[in-house]
């Protein structure tokens, strides 16, 4: 068991929760919050430099700053919650948009719009931010990721393109700050990247007032290093060094100086890191600006805007000429394979979650978690009373419409006397073949269980029937009349009601 004193000092915590039981993704913010110096990131392992505790009695900084403890996440979460929208699979925004650089040439190196690069590009010139923490190709090994601090353009050039390997960004931006000492970073990272960063902000640690910017990139999970690089040397016959670019599209795509191998992704599913496994944010919840694919658009990238900064920030290259842009409600298919993908990455990670927390008795976090808030809250101060309901008559092609139009992912279906009689998805409307949405009606891909609610209960009651029945929303119905639909709750408003009562938790 652990003693009083072990949990003191969050290295013990960290290195029995997280470290040891494989869940560290090295991204290095336990090395850059470390304020006496004693964790370094070598390779592909946390290294202690020295016992902390021999200089201090407590300190709960690196297990709290790591991205996949549960301590301060739904404080993080403050720096988004401003945004004038909430939806249960992308988090708080204010736009979403496609863009792409205005630069072909920059393009046609990326793999997608070359957004983050130009953006950063521009942000150096104009000074708009002082370095940029950016993930460049290792020279010897260009799979490799290596977390570097960008002073000039050139440096963010040499860095475009993704790589598909843990990089230290978090340990760079303390380099940044104090190797450098710089004063306005702007930061670059997958979803867990991001969140370290703002946890930094929500405990104000003495580092985090140097971030100007944080850009995420979608992510549905890294590889194991020196796993996969065996794998793939073992199996195909290349070396580590041959290989020139990764990219993923519905393989995993490589490509040397003479070939080009496609690997597909069930192959290689073992070697994402354990930490993706239970990682719940796809679209870089917490990021100021999100980036990811646009597929089937090539060239372009779809752009979450979630803060007022991102929104200046971006708008100010926009104007400037350096993005164009074009509206994703003309491109229906780009938002609902965003969407898919968001809802089918979080409805995984719940799944192996119970999974794991029943093996090793406690989980790495990136999800809401049950708190004695939620007890004192009741569902009927927390429910959306007006909430868009779909008829059951209406066609497959008519409900994706409304999908675009109102970017909610699941409506009530009701009947002609306003009674709810189940739930309709956009998972189960995007698997109707194209040619016969307009003749398959809502009621034939609506899932008749609906899990209620009624307005009486506890937040914290809404939790656990969420997780019992690992779903995100549930409809509040009234108590003397169970057909009536009163309103619903979902999992986004149960994190926004905690942020609102951060203080109490
Ligand atoms: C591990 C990983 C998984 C991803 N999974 C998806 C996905 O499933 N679906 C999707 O739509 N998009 C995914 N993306 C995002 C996508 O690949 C692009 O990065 C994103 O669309 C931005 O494109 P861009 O052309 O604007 O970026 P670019 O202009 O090419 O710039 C890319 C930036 O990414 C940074 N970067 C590269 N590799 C890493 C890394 N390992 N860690 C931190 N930063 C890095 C670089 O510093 C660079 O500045 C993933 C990215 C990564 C790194
Ligand atoms: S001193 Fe450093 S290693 Fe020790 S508990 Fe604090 S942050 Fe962790
Ligand atoms: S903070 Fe980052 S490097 Fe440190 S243990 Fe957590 S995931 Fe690993
Ligand atoms: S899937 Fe989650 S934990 Fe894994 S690298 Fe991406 S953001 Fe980090």
């Not at 977390?147 to 931006?173: E, M, N, R, T």
């Not at 999970?221 to 199996?235: A, M, Q, R």
């Not at 490509?255 to 890191?273: F, G, M, W």
């Not at 093996?359 to 009927?380: N, T, Y």
Request: hydrophobic letters at 40%.
């Amino acid at each position: 068991m652990e003693s009083k004193s072990d949990s003191l000092i969050a290295y013990n915590v960290l290195e029995k929760k997280i470290i040891n039981s494989g869940f560290c993704t090295l991204c290095g913010a336990c090395e850059a919050a470390c304020p006496v110096s004693a964790i370094q990131i070598e390779g592909e392992k946390v290294r202690r430099l020295h016992d902390c505790s021999k200089d201090l009695d407590l300190c709960p900084i690196c297990y709290s700053m790591c991205p996949h403890s549960e301590a301060l996440l739904l404080r993080s979460l403050k720096c988004v919650s401003g945004a004038p929208i909430r939806h249960e699979e992308l988090g708080y925004y204010r736009k979403i948009v496609l863009a792409q650089a205005a630069d072909p040439k920059l393009r046609e190196q990326s793999h997608g719009g070359a957004v983050v690069t130009s953006l950063l590009t521009y942000g150096i010139e104009k000074k708009v931010f002082d370095s940029a923490i950016v993930s460049q190709a290792e020279p010897e090994n260009p799979a490799k990721p290596k977390a570097a601090v960008a002073l000039v353009p050139d440096d963010i050039l040499s860095a475009v393109g993704s790589k598909f390997f843990p990089s230290s960004v978090a340990k760079a931006y303390g380099g940044a700050v104090y190797g450098y000492g710089k004063t306005k970073i702007a930061f670059v990272g997958v979803p867990c990247h991001v969140l370290a960063l703002r946890k930094m902000e929500a405990w104000q640690h003495k580092i985090s007032g140097n971030l100007a910017i944080t850009i995420g990139l979608f992510c549905f999970g890294t590889f194991s290093l020196s796993p996969l690089l065996e794998h793939i040397e073992k199996t195909y016959k290349i070396k580590p060094s041959d290989i020139k670019q990764m990219r993923l599209s519905k393989k995993f795509v490589i490509q040397t100086e003479n070939d080009v191998i496609r690997i597909p992704l069930s192959e290689i599913k073992d070697h994402i890191l354990p930490s993706c496994r239970t990682c719940t944010d796809f679209t870089a919840e917490l990021a100021d600006i999100s980036v990811g694919t646009a597929y089937p658009l090539k060239d372009w990238s779809t752009v979450i805007i979630r803060t007022k900064a991102g929104e200046d920030f971006f708008y100010d290259a926009v104007e400037n000429g350096v993005i164009s842009t074009w509206v994703i409600e003309e491109e229906p298919n780009v938002f609902e394979r965003v969407i898919v993908a968001a809802a089918q990455k979080r409805t995984s990670a719940l799944k192996e979650a119970k999974k794991m927390e029943a093996i090793i008795g406690f989980l790495p976090v990136l999800m809401l978690r049950e708190s004695d808030a939620l007890a004192k809250i009741k569902v009927e101060e927390i429910m959306t009373r007006n909430i868009k309901t779909v008829l059951h008559n209406i066609t497959v092609s008519q409900f994706l419409d409304l999908v675009t139009r109102y970017h909610h992912i699941s409506y009530p279906v009701i009947n002609e006397s306003g009674e709810p009689i189940g739930i309709a998805t956009l998972e189960e409307a995007a698997k109707v073949p194209k040619e016969k949405r307009n003749d398959t009606l809502v009621s034939q891909i609506t899932r008749p269980e609906l899990v209620v609610a009624y307005p009486g209960e506890t937040a914290l009651d809404v939790f656990k029937r969420m997780s019992e029945h690992e779903t995100g929303r549930i409809l509040v119905l009234d108590p003397t009349n169970p057909k009536k639909l009163l309103g619903m709750v979902t999992k986004t408003d149960l994190m926004h009601t905690l942020t609102d009562n951060i203080e109490n938790i």
